[in-house]
């Protein structure tokens, strides 16, 4: 084993300067990504999930360079739409940086109600890839891929009913959308088995928000995910128990014991004839990223200070639509001399919700400061949007310490370069 890393890197732990230089350099707002803390938080998951299949959920962020790292580390890549495993094949083929053997055998598309462009993408993809993975979660799926033509490897997404989630939204389990009911799954693996489908796995996925409080809705899924396996009419070659390992977003919140967790799963799951497959995505790029922002406007009002910074909900949505917590931190060379003040750090968007945290101890603040938003890799630019005509920002990565632009930063033009 390689010497141990940190289960967490918390915003305290990256080089104020550094950034500084970077949004100098690039400007602000900006997303940072540390593509050697993705390798590190690849290579501890694999190190509790030694004989397990990791396939990294490529909506956490699926910047071509971030694909292509955890291909190249032995990950596969999971994908919630023909766009992603169009993204996901061009980065393991050498579409950017990195080549992998058989990219299609990498790749899962887990369809969600898929829109018949997203199937006629997947199919013609399959053509090209054979290797390549369904997953399906309702029997009108198979009809629809049949139709295509499609007899390609198919995994069937059960639905578990039982779910976990550190908010509603992103507790997906227990919600009728994902998956088909537990008690259909058998005769759906017999379905698709007799009507000609490569049939080679089982899926379940609870929303995101594994703790290692509470274990006890993770062990309750895996345990289902194994009988299911167990009295499969078909032999299989996966049980696939999802994503949500969660990540310590606060600082005083303790990392996930992945250890334990990779235990309660083995133990859940039993004795089966097929290999495990998880697929985190948080976990992989939260705390790889950071977002920086500069501050443009300081009040005083009478409840609190209110501080104006230059990204909001349209470069990170996470607390705007989560009422999600990201540490911030004062990155001035003199923030740690200052004394400290409750204050709202609020966003430019014209909505009540483009706030960031509100009542926040941090140091005074000035206009020109940069700040940092903490945790901010996974989700944070994959849902930023243009709204209130916002270009969205640049995103710059670190490997092996080197900064390079990976993704400028959008311009007003690009903002209006569809309109007729
Ligand atoms: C979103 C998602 C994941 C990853 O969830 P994380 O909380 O980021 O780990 C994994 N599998 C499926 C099917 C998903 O939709």
Request: charged letters at 25%.
């Amino acid at each position: 084993m390689s010497a141990a890393t940190p289960a967490v890197r918390r915003l305290d732990a990256w080089d104020a300067a550094r950034l500084r230089d970077l949004r100098d350099e690039h400007g602000s707002p900006l997303y940072v990504l540390d593509l050697d803390r993705v390798r590190e938080n690849y290579r501890r998951m694999a190190g509790a999930f030694p004989d397990a299949e990791i396939r990294y959920a490529a909506k956490a962020n699926t910047l071509g360079r971030v694909l292509s790292t955890l291909g190249e580390a032995g990950a596969g890549i999971e994908c919630a739409s023909a766009g992603e495993v169009a993204r996901a094949l061009d980065a393991l083929d050498g579409g950017t940086d990195g080549a992998v053997a058989d990219p299609g055998a990498r790749v899962q598309y887990t369809a969600v109600n898929p829109p018949a462009g997203d199937l006629d993408t997947v199919v013609d993809l399959w053509r090209e890839y054979p290797d390549l993975t369904v997953t399906v979660g309702a029997e009108d799926t198979l009809d629809r891929l049949e139709a295509r033509g499609y007899d390609g490897r198919l995994c069937v997404r059960v639905n578990p009913g039982v779910g976990a989630g550190h908010h509603e939204k992103v507790s997906t389990g227990a919600d009728a959308k994902f998956g088909v009911p537990y008690g259909l799954a058998t005769d759906l693996l017999a379905d698709a088995a007799d009507r000609g489908f490569d049939v080679v796995g089982v899926h379940a996925h609870a929303g995101s928000g594994i703790s290692g409080d509470d274990l006890a809705a993770h062990r309750e899924l895996v345990a289902r995910m194994g009988d299911l396996a167990r009295d499969a009419p078909v032999p299989l070659e996966f049980v696939d128990v999802g994503g949500g390992f969660g990540v310590p977003y606060r600082p005083d919140e303790a990392p996930l014991d992945l250890d334990a967790v990779a235990d309660a799963t083995r133990e859940a799951l039993g004795d089966v004839d097929a290999r495990l497959a998880v697929e985190p995505g948080r976990y992989l790029v939260a705390d790889a990223g950071v977002l920086l922002a500069d501050v443009n406007t300081v009040k005083e009002t009478p409840e609190t200070t209110v501080v104006g910074v230059d990204a909001g909900m349209t470069t990170l949505l996470r607390p705007a639509m989560y009422d999600a917590y990201h540490a911030v931190r004062n990155l001035a060379p003199d923030a740690g001399e200052r004394g400290t003040v409750a204050q709202t750090v609020t966003g430019p968007i014209c909505e009540s919700a483009d706030v960031f945290c509100t009542d926040r101890d941090l140091p005074a603040p000035a206009r020109g400061d940069t700040l940092a938003l903490g945790n901010a890799g996974a989700y944070g630019y994959e849902m930023a949007s243009q709204y209130n005509s916002r270009p969205r920002p640049a995103t710059v990565t670190l490997d092996d310490g080197a900064a390079t632009l990976a993704r400028r930063r959008e311009t007003v033009a690009d903002v209006t370069r569809l309109e007729e």
